[in-house]
């Protein structure tokens, strides 16, 4: 059975700083992109930042790039968001997720996935850690 845990979040004043970490298991860490995505109330969810299977490539959007970053420890199967100069607008549960699905291609018997931010390309998912900035 594949669980993905999310922890990490918290409250914190503009400008601050806090560092989201996710654990899956049940699954081959290593053979997934991971991904961060968030939800804020009454909005749908977003994608934050991925990150391939290798942990040498990442993306984010355009709302989060240069503030966060995200990295991955495939020998401990944990996906990290640090997040700098958090702003108001960045209050929303944060989601983990693990995918195998989307754009991808193939060298010899090995499966390169692509980035993706879209919910459809990922099928396991985390609970979620809320995450609130104060103004």
């Known amino acids: 059975q594949v669980q993905v845990v999310e922890s990490g979040g918290g409250l914190v004043q503009t400008g601050g700083s806090l560092r989201l970490s996710c654990t899956a298991s049940?699954?081959?860490?290593?053979?997934?992109?991971m991904g961060w995505f968030r939800q804020a109330p009454g909005k749908e969810r977003e994608g934050v930042s991925c990150?391939?299977?290798?942990?040498?490539?990442?993306y984010y959007a355009a709302s989060v790039k240069g503030r966060f970053t995200i990295s991955r420890d495939n020998t401990k199967n944990t996906l990290y968001l640090e997040m700098n100069s958090l702003k108001p607008e960045d209050t929303a549960m944060y989601y983990c997720?693990?995918?195998?699905?989307?754009?991808?291609?193939?060298?010899?018997?090995?499966?390169?996935?692509?980035?993706?931010?879209?919910?459809?390309?990922?099928?396991?998912w985390g609970q979620g850690t809320q995450v609130t900035v104060s103004s």
């Open positions: 049940g699954l081959n860490f290593g053979a997934y992109r």
């Open positions: 990150i391939n299977q290798s942990g040498g490539s990442t």
């Open positions: 997720a693990a995918g195998r699905r989307g754009k991808h291609f193939t060298y010899g018997e090995r499966l390169y996935l692509l980035p993706s931010l879209s919910p459809d390309d990922f099928q396991f």
